[in-house]
């Protein structure tokens, strides 16, 4: 069941995402749909119309939704798995869930003409898969070959298309227009369900992206817990975190270095406008 999240590496820290954005959202519907649901938090502030969320009033309605379904039963169901899981065990799944996205990452890296990303990811899916055991352990992180983004949003972005209006989804979370075209091309592009038989596929992508997303969630308890209390506006704060991290995706996909342009802070009286 994410990720938008935030979706990935193991996951980064949402601290670290705000303050030096790295790389939401890629595994199957199940994964999308928990991990992302974590940037669904409610405000109660009144809805206001702004340059770049012109649908703000019905964003901040989906917001108030995937809050309750995850205060209801994703962060609890978080909890029982971190309790009930040694860390030597989540660490192993998660690098393993990691290694069934690269053959997607792999993919967009040719198709958005990054021919080193694309040579890393294939060096890391064949010696994770290998060496790693199936993925279970990430050997090629060890060796200098780091995790490379990838997905099928950020191709679209390099081939010039425009973000259009920002979108909270229903489970899924923050998106945009753009993105929510690449999210549906991701779901059925990423292994195990693309090498299965119609129903089977769509089992097992559900089983691997409920277990990829509660593990998520589980590794951002605290983290979403102490912005939440410390915003003054969630939905505003955590729309700048997850634009700040998105657009250094998008920056990497072009090939740029360097910080993307810094975005305001919504809840900073001497800031302007976000670009």
Aim: glycine share 8%; proline share 8%.
């Amino acid at each position: 069941m994410q990720r938008a999240l935030f979706y990935k590496t193991v996951p980064p820290n949402l601290h670290t995402l705000a303050a030096a954005p790295a790389l939401r959202i890629d595994q199957a519907l199940g994964a999308l749909a928990v991990c992302l649901a974590l940037a669904g938090c409610a405000s109660l502030s009144a809805p206001r119309e702004t340059a770049d969320d012109p649908l703000e009033p019905l964003n901040r309605t989906v917001f108030r939704i995937n809050t309750a379904l995850d205060e209801a039963f994703i962060k609890p169901i978080a909890k029982a798995y971190r309790d009930a899981v040694p860390p030597s065990v989540r660490d192993r799944i998660r690098s393993a869930i990691d290694n069934l996205a690269e053959p997607r990452i792999f993919a967009n890296d040719l198709l958005q003409a990054r021919g080193d990303a694309a040579a890393t990811t294939f060096v890391r899916f064949s010696m994770n898969t290998t060496l790693g055991l199936a993925g279970l352990f990430d050997p090629a992180t060890e060796r200098g070959y780091p995790k490379q983004s990838g997905d099928f949003g950020q191709t679209l972005y390099t081939w010039g298309f425009d973000s259009g209006p920002y979108l909270v989804l229903l489970f899924f979370g923050p998106s945009n227009l753009r993105d929510t075209v690449g999210l549906g091309v991701d779901l059925f592009t990423t292994p195990p369900g693309p090498l299965l038989q119609s129903h089977a596929g769509l089992v097992a992508g559900f089983v691997v992206g409920t277990v990829d997303g509660v593990d998520l969630r589980s590794r951002n308890i605290e983290t979403l817990d102490e912005i939440k209390a410390s915003a003054l506006d969630y939905y505003s704060h955590l729309k700048s975190i997850v634009q700040q991290r998105r657009e250094a995706q998008l920056r990497e996909g072009r090939g740029l270095a360097g910080e993307p342009q810094e975005l305001s802070d919504p809840e900073s009286p001497t800031q302007g406008p976000l670009p």
